[in-house]
């Protein structure tokens, strides 16, 4: 018996994937629920487990190509099933030579059946047609009826109409049978830059994974105008506090008390003051007022961060202790080094919190995550020199970064909000 590996579907938001590596090579036995194929979506890396237990005898999707929602990456069958199949893939691709001479003969494949979650109708002529959930968004979204679907040229397996198509079809100046509701909506596209090739000591290599992800959310991203805030922040209270507790908090709870616990903590409490920052604006120009603080954290991906960054997030930060938003941010540290987050830990966030002062960065100026309508930037604490009170003292300071939609939150609500942020750090008086 055969059982298709089929493509999940990782959250709502999440049409298709990139098969980055299958973990087991055709041939090889698999257990039900071992990992079998790590897929890549713009929210999350993760490992799938097997349908069933048998041996991997397709593989459909090769690594470095996209897979839609429903759709089949792979086929496992019993061992025996499996080990036969292989066997005949293996033949295909090497054929040998039969007593007579001649290769043996390969069957046709034949058409694949429709899969789960691919949507049927009817054509004209009465024949049923499936269409995958992606195909049925982008009809919708551009008032193609059924009849226009039935019209264009499918180049999936056994005829299927594909994205692709749709939108090349499209992209043709097809019009639709039925009348658009509404105009699409204008895109962001940026130009393609070629690289230069000078002489031997040059290489170009393609965007995939983890990577091309990031690359694509950016392109979104940077379409926001948006504006940066600056502010200095005199964190020595802090400073003092954790040098005198960070043994005593690890012994105690488990973990390690660092300072980003306490910037989520001013977050929270300022992001409650003031709403809108912790707003977003969506393309029809609603506002989406969030009455909770979910706060994402980029946390870079991998034993030593060589992965990439993903913003997984601590929710209802604005009702938890410090403690607890230590020990949250130790558990989401941890899933993603380990590369084990799963979608729902990068989902729901109202606002993001970076913190390039880890590394020794003293200043920047940090890309706000779509479609949330602010970040905060954490800059390296360094000792410095400041007059107070006519005298000079030895402080440690910090920059406070600020990065904001400005089509919704305006320089001055900006300015009262960051200086919400670093009059909490400054006066320190989360134990009070």
């Given amino acids: 018996m055969a059982v298709e590996i089929l493509m999940p579907e990782l959250g709502e938001s999440v049409h298709e994937g990139t098969v980055s590596r299958w973990l087991k090579k055709v041939g090889e036995f698999v257990k039900e629920d071992e ?50 199949a292989s066997e005949s893939t293996a033949s295909a691709l090497n054929p040998t030579v039969s007593a007579n001479g001649e290769p043996p003969a390969v069957e046709e494949p034949k058409a694949e059946e429709p899969k789960t979650g691919i949507n049927p109708a009817a054509s004209a002529d009465g024949e049923r047609r499936w269409y995958t959930p992606v195909v049925r968004s982008i009809a919708k979204s551009n008032s193609l009826s059924d009849a226009d679907l039935a019209g264009i040229p499918g180049t999936g397996n056994g005829g299927r109409v594909t994205k692709k198509d749709v939108e090349a079809y499209l992209a043709g100046g097809h019009k639709t049978t039925t009348p658009k509701t509404q105009e699409p909506k204008p895109t962001f596209e940026p130009k393609t ?16 994974g983890m990577r091309k992800m990031i690359a694509e959310h950016m392109v979104k991203s940077a379409a926001i105008p948006t504006v940066t805030t600056i502010t200095e922040c005199d964190v020595t209270a802090m400073v003092a506090f954790r040098e005198r507790n960070k043994d005593a908090f690890l012994e105690q709870y488990g973990v390690k008390l660092t300072y980003t616990p306490f910037f989520i903590k001013a977050l929270a409490e300022s992001l409650l003051e003031h709403p809108i920052v912790n707003s977003s604006l969506r393309e029809d120009f609603q506002v989406v007022k969030n009455n909770g603080a979910h706060i994402g954290i980029a946390v870079a991906l991998g034993a030593k961060g060589q992965d990439g960054l993903i913003v997984p997030v601590i929710r209802d930060c604005h009702k938890k202790s410090l403690i607890e938003i230590a020990k949250d941010l130790d558990g989401i540290a941890k899933s993603a080094r380990g590369n084990s987050l799963k979608p729902a830990d990068v989902q729901g966030g109202t606002f993001t919190l970076t913190n390039p002062g880890t590394y020794g960065a003293l200043f920047g100026t940090p890309m706000i995550n779509a479609p949330q309508a602010g970040i905060l930037g954490a800059y390296a604490i360094r000792k410095q020199t400041v007059i107070i009170e006519d005298m ?41």
């Fill in 193 to 208: 830059i070629q690289p230069t090739v000078f002489g031997p000591d040059q290489e170009t290599y393609p965007l995939v």
């Fill in 35 to 84: 990992p079998v194929v790590e897929i890549m979506t713009d929210k999350v890396n993760t490992e799938l487990g097997a349908p069933a237990s048998g041996v991997l005898s397709q593989i459909l999707i090769q690594e470095g190509e996209q897979v839609e929602v429903f759709h089949a990456m792979g086929i496992i069958e019993d061992s025996a099933a499996g080990a036969a």
């Fill in 392 to 432: 000079i003292a030895i402080r440690s300071i910090m920059h406070l970064v600020l990065t904001y939609d400005h089509r919704i939150i305006d320089g001055i609500v900006a300015g009262q909000f960051l200086a919400a942020v670093r009059d909490r750090l400054q006066g320190f008086d989360f134990f009070k």
